[in-house]
């Protein structure tokens, strides 16, 4: 199974990425880094892709977005894992036919809540996985409007539901995830002690899929839980 692994980046984020960089490498055949031209990241020995303007939100971080999965079909692989800078995947995603990712609010999406949906109260939070087949369906049907201020894993998720498409939801069995897995955990950032503690629980339980590890305490605290602690400090 080959799988290439995207990174949203930028240049500001650089101690987080290089932190993380080991890591992904190590569970991946091909790595490519995305990031703003006016912010740029760029490592040797590295994939680097740069386009468009810095955004937080909006058709900039959609448009790069959208580029970066099209430039990943240039990597012969059969899965596709989309991350964050402040994102990591601890072991080799699950050979699955369907997209998969941390999704959170899932009832409105596998119930077809089209108003709830269109108010953005569901997201898909990284990891997002697919396999090739998925991601190139994706990118040939899926239409972008310049327009759009969205954020991006509220963008995704809609576009998904959009197009007919199915998500395995990894998130662990929690009130609005009952059908999750508990093989992912997120947050938008693990900046508190009882968030890295959380993390921490979910990893022994078997959490791989993760998302919000933006310190190097919080990412300490993840890798002795997986007993991986041969990435610190490498």
């Given amino acids: 199974m080959n799988v290439t692994t995207i990174i ?3 240049g500001d984020a650089i101690q987080t990425i290089n932190r993380h960089l080991p890591i992904w490498k190590a569970y991946t055949d091909n790595l490519l880094i995305v990031s703003p031209k006016d912010n740029p990241c760029s490592i040797k020995g590295i994939d680097c892709l740069s386009i468009g303007q810095r955004q937080h939100h909006g058709p900039h971080t959609l448009k790069r977005h959208l580029f970066a999965m099209k430039a990943a079909l240039g990597y012969n692989s059969d899965f596709y894992v989309f ?31 089209e108003e709830w949906m269109k108010k953005g109260s569901c997201f898909l ?29 509220i963008w995704l998720i809609q576009k998904i539901m959009d197009l007919n498409m199915e998500v395995h939801n990894l998130l662990g069995s929690t009130p609005n995830s009952p059908n999750g897995t508990g093989e992912g955990y997120s947050q938008n950032s693990l ?31 993840i890798l002795e839980a997986a007993n991986q602690t041969q990435f610190l400090n490498k």
């Fill in 8 to 10: 949203f980046a930028h």
């Fill in 83 to 113: 991350l964050e800078y402040d994102a990591i995947m601890i072991k080799r995603p699950e050979p699955r036919p369907i997209i998969q990712g941390n999704l959170f609010n899932e009832r409105v999406f596998f119930e077809r809540q």
């Fill in 125 to 153: 939070h990284f990891p997002w996985i697919f396999p090739a087949d998925k991601l190139k369906e994706f990118v040939d049907r899926v239409e972008l409007d310049p327009n759009d201020g969205v954020a991006h894993d």
């Fill in 191 to 221: 900046d508190t002690l009882q968030r890295q503690e959380n993390a921490a629980y979910q990893v022994k339980n078997g959490a791989y899929a993760l998302h919000g590890i933006k310190t190097e305490e919080a990412l300490k605290q």
